[in-house]
């Protein structure tokens, strides 16, 4: 049983969790770092242990003092939340080795799937889909023109040294094959002096779409839907919703059952989200599979109504889970927006600083996920974000009308903050009608 | 704001007790603690990067097999005298039961481990303590176990590396125990005479009877940071001269400064720093240097001639070539270095009392042959400077140099000498440790050494402090260096009693690179460009490339009689 939990991290996630323990009955030990001490995180859980100096990699990411503030303070089990040493194999390792229950899958599923090569192979065997692709390096048009035949167009040629959009070009058609290859060899060879080439398909403005998973140690795995975050600036989400707008029932099925099969393919226990690229043609992809509870769970839980920080504790527990497929029902939709502390205007700049006043909104179908107050010093050292705020209604259209009403409430004085340019993007005709892909801010411009 | 005490804390219980089967715990071994910084470290982390706290950078101790797994190429350890009888020669009791003990726990036979490896491909014989087997004191078998490889090593013609770290004699061998520092050392001087290379590796902590016998007989002497290396043990000195000893006392870096270290080595370079002092002892196949020193001499003998016509330049005049010589932003020692030769290592030390950074001494390649490069070192800033002493050199450079000279003549490797100093230096220290004495010496012994030597003036030549790396095969000249038995300012104050008069004292005194060629004192001048900084040395680096080349091409010609006959003649003549 476990009865005292470490939370081995800051901020929301740190304060969520504290939140569900306390619901659960079970202790809660806070670590902080010497930036924060007067952290929410640190001021309400039953214990705090300082673990070192501001920077992460000598506190937050210190897996030897924050094992030794387990074994001091005599917590049952660590709780990684989000970034630092969540999906870090040696740290779950390391709690293994210590008989502390690591709250997240095993370490081994941990390091398989953290390894894309692998983790490609693990899914391809379980035939779960993934980016068609060539096997086997490529040298001249002629051979790749065969091969992108198979894999099916458009297709991108890509240096197999390449980096930086060097050697690299799409071809729509067979026709453009020729040119495109050689183009793209020709510049690999001038870049990195090399000319092996790969060739993969070409997934066009495609939708960030993910499945949350629960799999217990019984070897039951179920998905709670999927969640678009589309919505995302250099590979930072900042909006998520769920349902997906694109997904019809019978793809919803379809992409849930991958889901269910690449985590059992995995081994996987606990919670886990399995990325997907979504094309127009509801082709879908596997990218990659997150090793540890997210950000945008809040959304997943609203529609479904189940508590994925309690359900990850009872798993880790070695209890059965507390659903069956059958009993996962999606009501509603809902939409997460993260605020950052930084200033969009000035290329979305971090904005550390203190609150120096502070009005959150409230209300029927209204969550706030945040761990700042009134006074509160938004420390540099760490992520930007400040707070997440989430919102349900009957339907899609209900709840960009919630949010931008919820949005429209938030004051946060004293630092900078992305509020106003969430307000847009919820203002955007396209995002409105639904007409999104992962280019969407980027072509904002 | 303090929310702490306002918050009700919903949780009821507060002294909780994990009822779990498995309590948390770290098992043996997965962590340890860091004896210098304290910090909790993962033993794996520890094991995988070369025993070193990856917190503090601190360096733990190093089991032998665990060295030699370091720096040996995989699987190419061969041990030599694995199994040697326990002796008791006083017949001390206990002592073998505390052996067999030592024997059982640490699974060595005895302190030492010996053998022969391959580093990079270069053979070496090997000879490691382990501070596991009572500190690695030296009984009769560390003594003979170390004396038996470096016997198969002379007679093997191969290089000797030991690892040495000791807490001296071995008490409960008593005088037999001392008589291990005559022998292995006796054995060293008989390896050193056959001309071969040994290379002392001190780590942490290497005291008393090991220090005094092969851990100081290094050719060339290396060390781990921060290593505790002396004779006395600090706590010793402390409890004798009733007083604190200073922080760092003993320490590696203290040894570096006091020149009885050539090169503090990190270990995670230490295999291919091994591994490049081993390639540049090879011996150099004759022929071949032969062809590489014509083909260099040749290359650069056509272009040379047009530039130094272009730009000799006659116009200028003492006092102005005085002033250019002494310019800030003139090459400096260094430079040439860099310029000219590859793969530079640098030495450090005297052995005797300092190491003086105002001559930069070391080995690097010219062409691919290895050659000893000695240079005396202006400093580009005002902070260089005052730690080079702007190339005044005291009477422990001179002997650095020296020692660098006699270490070239044991493996016959030509010196190539820099010289640009204002004048050895002129303080109270100097004196007290013998400038006089250790200028002499130089010309005594540089008179005599059995390889080619090349003196080049890149600025300034002053008197006796220029001179002491100037007893040469040859000496050059760069076209507005100077070289004079004293300054101009010097000069005009004591024959006319009015320094201001140093212009007027440089035309008379004949110090220009043109007069001194005409007065035979010098062989070659090399052409300068008009402004001659850093930025433009290719021009002279690669006419002196050259002409070294060709001077390395007909002197390694000749025998070392030849040789010092020569250079016995070039000055008989002056």
Known sequence: MIGKVLIANRGEIAVRIIRACREMGIETVAVYSEADRDALHTQLADEAVCIGPAPSSESYLNMQNIISATLISGADAIHPGFGFLSENSRFAELCEQCSITFIGPKSQVIQSLGNKSEARNTMINAGVPVIPGSKDPIYDAEEGAKIAAEIGYPVIVKAALGGGGKGMRVAQTPEEFENSFNTAQKEAQMAFGDNTMYIEHFVQHPRHIEFQILADEHGNVIHLGERDCSIQRNHQKMIEESPSIALTPELREKMGEAAVKAAKAAHYTNAGTIEFLLEKNNNFYFMEMNTRIQVEHPVTEWVTGIDLVKEQIRIADGKPLSYKQEDVHITGHAIECRINAENPAKNFRPSPGTITDMYLPGGKGVRIDSAIYSGYTVPPYYDSMLAKLIVHAKNRNEAIRKMRSALGEVIIEGIDTNVDYQYEILNHPDFISGNIDIEFIENLG | ?574
């Not at chain 2, 350890?77 to 067999?100: R, S």
């Not at chain 2, 009572?134 to 000797?160: D, F, H, Y």
């Open chain 2, 1 to 574: 704001m303090n929310l702490k005490d306002m918050f009700k804390k919903t949780s009821g219980r507060s002294h909780y007790i994990s009822l779990r089967n498995s309590r948390p715990e770290v098992p043996t071994g997965l962590l340890r603690k860091c004896n210098k910084c304290g910090a909790a470290i993962i033993a794996e982390d520890v094991k995988n990067g070369y025993y070193i706290c990856p917190k503090c950078h601190g360096y733990f101790r190093v089991h032998a097999y665990r060295r030699i797994e370091m720096i040996a190429d995989e699987g190419s350890f061969e041990e030599w005298d694995k199994e040697m009888d326990f002796v008791n020669p006083l017949d001390f009791k206990g002592y073998e039961d505390k052996i067999n003990h030592l024997k059982e726990r640490t699974k060595l036979n005895e302190a030492v481990v010996t053998g022969k490896v391959m580093i990079n491909g270069n053979p070496a014989v090997v000879g490691v303590c382990d501070g596991r087997f009572m500190m690695a004191s030296m009984g009769w078998i560390v003594g003979e176990k170390i004396t038996r490889a470096v016997e198969r090593a002379t007679e093997e013609k191969l290089p000797v590396i030991i690892f040495t770290c000791s807490g001296g004699a071995r008490m409960q061998e008593g005088i037999v125990s001392l008589m291990q520092m005559a022998k292995t050392s006796a054995a060293l001087k008989k390896h050193s005479d056959a001309g071969q290379l040994y290379v002392s590796v001190l780590t942490d902590p290497t005291t008393g009877g090991v220090t005094a016998s092969f851990a100081m007989l290094g050719d060339i002497i290396l060390a781990e940071p921060k290593a505790l290396i002396g004779f006395a043990g600090p706590r010793v000195i402390e409890q004798t001269i009733g007083q604190k000893l200073p922080k760092g006392f003993q320490r590696s870096e203290f040894l570096l400064d006091h020149g009885f270290v050539d090169r503090i080595v990190e270990r995670e370079e230490l295999k291919d720093v091994l591994a490049q002092i081993l390639e540049m002892h090879h011996s150099a196949d004759a022929a071949k240097v032969k062809e590489v020193l014509k083909d260099a001499a040749k290359q650069n003998a056509d272009e040379e001639k047009e530039t130094v016509k272009e730009q000799i330049k006659s116009s200028l005049d003492a006092w102005e070539r005085v002033q250019i010589s002494r310019k800030k932003d003139r090459p400096v020692g260094t430079d040439y270095i860099d310029a000219l030769f590859t793969d530079f290592m640098e030495f450090h030390g005297d052995r005797y009392f300092k190491d003086d950074h105002a001559i930069v001494g070391g080995i690097a390649y010219f062409h691919g042959i290895p050659v000893t490069v000695i240079a005396q070192a202006k400093g580009k800033t005002t902070k260089e400077n005052l730690d080079r002493n702007f190339s005044m050199p005291s009477p422990d450079g001179y002997r650095k140099a020296l020692r660098l000279m006699k270490q070239a003549e044991k493996f016959g490797r030509p010196v190539i000498c820099f010289v640009d100093t204002p004048g050895a230096f002129c303080g109270l220290e100097a004196e007290e440790r013998g400038q006089g004495e250790a200028i002499a010496r130089n010309l005594f012994e540089l008179s005599g050494l059995k390889v080619p030597v090349l003196s080049v003036v890149i600025g300034e030549g002053g008197s006796g402090g220029a001179l002491a790396m100037a007893v040469a095969d040859e000496v050059w000249m760069l076209e507005n260096a100077v070289y004079s038995v004293l300054s101009p300012e010097g000069f005009a104050s004591i024959l006319w009693k009015d320094s201001k008069r140093a212009s007027e004292a440089a035309e008379v005194m004949k110090l220009t690179a043109g007069d001194l060629k005409r007065l035979g004192i010098i062989e070659q001048v090399i052409p300068e460009p008009e402004e001659f900084t850093d930025e433009n040395m290719e021009g002279v680096c690669g006419d002196l490339d050259g002409r070294i080349a060709a001077f390395l091409e007909n002197y390694t010609e000749y025998s070392a009689d030849e040789l010092t006959a020569r250079r016995y003649d070039r000055f008989r003549k002056m």
